[in-house]
Every structure is written in structure tokens, then in C-alpha cells.
């Protein structure tokens, strides 16, 4: 069986530029949402989802959050292939259960089977969170499950701001994305909200890649970067 790979904690360079487009009032916004998949590495005690998983998404969370849970600056949800659409808050015990793949129809079939199972829940469980952001990143075979869950224009109805990541090459860029969207909050988070005035485009550059995203209002005296 292949091991976890090493945390890797990246740094990103950030830049910033006014948007004239819209002035928007950030101050009333609800923390973000964001959907990673579980992992096959658990711990081997019933414990709240986040805490349960072991695997690369949830060590580069770690890695990049050791001066604030994640869970104060998202609200985490997790697609388990067991249980479907999981608040991290949720108790569960260890389990063994794999998504089942894309590779063949009868494979797609099993996706589609478990999206039908689990949508019910999975679009209650985000309807109590609308309004804000939603940051999805899954593992492909996963992201076919959700998209069979949620149609994009629907989602687009229930949150300000959509990203999902659908051009990843592997679980490398994946995790650059997400380390970009935590990035992001972070900067977000450090200002005061009486600070709040006009909407910024954030570009997030790392050695390979750019994540380019439409963003909250920050004085330009007063940005950290």
C-alpha cells in the first residue's frame, strides 16, 4: 500500500488589484464552504469527522493552519464514501470504503448509485450554509460523485462565489489550489471588518500555477502585501 506523502507547506506570492465592477458589502457574509473527500488513512477511534482523516488534503490543512483551525475560517464539509456529504462537526467511526471509480461503465454506474443515495442530505446540509463562498476540492472520481449530486447553475443560485477545481492534473495541483483558498481567508481574516470597502481580484502565484479569484474590500493602505 503507497504511503501519505510529507506535508508540504508552500509559499504563495499574492497580488492584488482594484476592481472598479462593484462595491459589495462583505461585512454580513457567512464564513465560506469548503468540501474536500475523506481518505483511506483514519485513525482508529470514533472521533468528529475532521479529526477521523489522515490523508494528504488533510495533512496540507494541517500544515498550512497551525496558527488557526480551518474550521474557524470554513465551514468543512466532507463527501465520505460511506456516509455521503459529512459536517466535520459529525460523529463517525473508522471505516473502510472506497468511492467506486470512473474507469468503466459499470464502475460510473456505482458513482451514480451513491449520488442518488446521498443528494438528499448532501443539498439539505448545504442549504443551511448558502449565501457565502463554496470551495470544492475533491479527488476526480469524487468530483464525478458531486457533480451528479449538484448542478452548477443551482449552485451557482446559493452561493456569491463558486470555485471548483476541475483542471488539476493530479493531487499536487490540488493541493496548491487549496493552499490558495486557505491564503486567501487568511489575508481576508486579518483585516477588521469596519475595514471592508472595495472589491480586490487576488491573483495567487506559485512556481507552476496561478489561481486568479474576484474578492472581498480591503483600503489599499491598509493590505498586508
Known sequence: MATDSKPQKHNATV?????????L???????????INCSDKKVEHETNAFDLYLGDI??????????????????????????????????????N????KRSTIARRKGIAEFAETHKTKAAKLLKQHQGGDLVVMLSFDYLTAF????????????FDEVVISRTHRGHGDMKKA????ITKTKIINSHKKSDLIGRFIFTINFDDLSFRHTYYQFPLDNFPV
Request: glycine share 2%.
Open 147 to 158: 457533480d451528479l449530486m449538484f448542478y452548477d447553475h443551482k449552485l451557482k443560485e446559493m
Open 178 to 181: 487549496l493552499i490558495a483558498e
Open 15 to 23: 497580488n492584488t488589484s482594484l476592481c472598479k465592477e462593484a462595491e
Open 25 to 35: 458589502d462583505p461585512i454580513h457574509q457567512p464564513k465560506p464552504v469548503l468540501i
Open 97 to 100: 470504503q472506497r468511492m467506486p
Open 58 to 95: 488533510f495533512k496540507v490543512i494541517r500544515a498550512n493552519t497551525k496558527d488557526r483551525d480551518i474550521r474557524d475560517m470554513f465551514n468543512v464539509f466532507i463527501l465520505s464514501a460511506k456516509h455521503g456529504l459529512l459536517s466535520s462537526a459529525d460523529t463517525v467511526k473508522p471505516y
